[in-house]
T-cell receptor, first 110, second 117 residues
């Protein structure tokens, strides 16, 4: 079963704007990961944030984690048309098993 | 970076056929491989976890006799959908994780789209 819920389910923005996606989960975690999936393809790992970390950056990506609220956010700055994809959060626990959220479908219009 | 190759990428076959999907880690040893199923516009649902040299652990509701998983080496796991029927049509994705599993991402194949006629 899915542990996480993502919000919004779908997001449409103009190129150059920022995109923010949120993820909530229910149980304790070792880490939280964000993945990207282009249509009909596998998942690409974007960023991993450990449970004792609060914020992490990678290029145009910024991830925050609030374990007290059991939530995380992914911010993509200065979005590009090529960022159009589905984005999934996944919580990692013992044995590195992942439980995925429902995903956010992002469309960036040129 | 770590590369996982999944093959075939697309299969169309008749009802009753058994279909084998391969998942290979190309540049690292995958002690654990995961098999997921994904329906259109939905998230990934874990089907089973396989560790090299041991039996796979199936998630609740997944028929182990229907979905046979073999992880015979540190670089190869296979999923065989036996006697496939139209309801088995889906997108199947594998992922792999290497040694030292704590706080490491999984590396995903590109998926296999299975269509049963």
């Amino acid at each position: 079963s899915q542990q996480g819920e993502e919000d919004p389910q779908a997001l449409s923005i103009q190129e150059g704007e920022n995109a923010t996606m949120n993820c909530s989960y229910k149980t304790s975690i070792n880490n939280l990961q964000w993945y990207r999936q282009n249509s009909g393809r596998g998942l690409v790992h974007l960023i991993l944030i450990r449970s004792n970390e609060r914020e992490k950056h990678s290029g145009r990506l910024r991830v925050t984690l609030d374990t007290s609220k059991k939530s995380s956010s992914l911010l993509i700055t200065a979005s590009r048309a090529a960022d159009t994809a589905s984005y999934f959060c996944a919580t990692g626990n013992a044995g590195n098993m992942l439980t995925f959220g429902g995903g956010t479908r992002l469309m960036v219009k040129p | 970076g770590a590369v996982v190759s999944q093959h075939p990428s697309w299969v169309i076959c008749k009802s009753g056929t058994s279909v084998k999907i391969e998942c290979r880690s190309l540049d690292f040893q995958a002690t654990t491989m995961f098999w997921y199923r994904q329906f259109p516009k939905q998230s990934l649902m874990l089907m089973a976890t396989s560790n090299e040299g041991s039996k796979a652990t199936y998630e609740q509701g997944v028929e182990k006799d229907k979905f046979l998983i073999n992880h015979a080496s540190l670089t190869l796991s296979t999923l065989t959908v036996t006697s496939a029927h139209p309801e088995d049509s889906s997108f199947y994705i594998c992922s792999a994780a290497g040694r030292g599993l704590v706080d490491q991402p999984q590396h995903f194949g590109d998926g296999t789209r299975l269509s049963i006629l």
